[in-house]
């Protein structure tokens, strides 16, 4: 089985809504990642992406 890596780019900046403005994940998702089940990590990767998507 593959390990989902974090999407961290170790460029850690909170803004005011707490959110990395380098991986985009909340700090809640960020403190819960090392034990997110597989399920929930691509939960957080899908929204990320999408989120992405509309910076575009």
């Known amino acids: 089985m593959n390990k989902i890596e974090?999407?961290?780019?170790r460029n850690c900046c909170l803004n005011e809504e707490e959110t990395c403005t380098?991986?985009?994940r909340s700090l809640d998702e960020?403190?819960?990642w090392g034990e997110a089940s597989d399920e929930l990590k691509k939960e957080i990767l899908d929204r990320?992406?999408?989120?992405k998507q509309a910076l575009k």
Do not use: E, Y
Not at 48 to 51: E, R
């Open 6 to 9: 974090s999407p961290c780019v």
């Open 22 to 24: 380098g991986c985009l």
């Open 30 to 32: 960020i403190k819960a």
């Open 48 to 51: 990320i992406n999408v989120q």
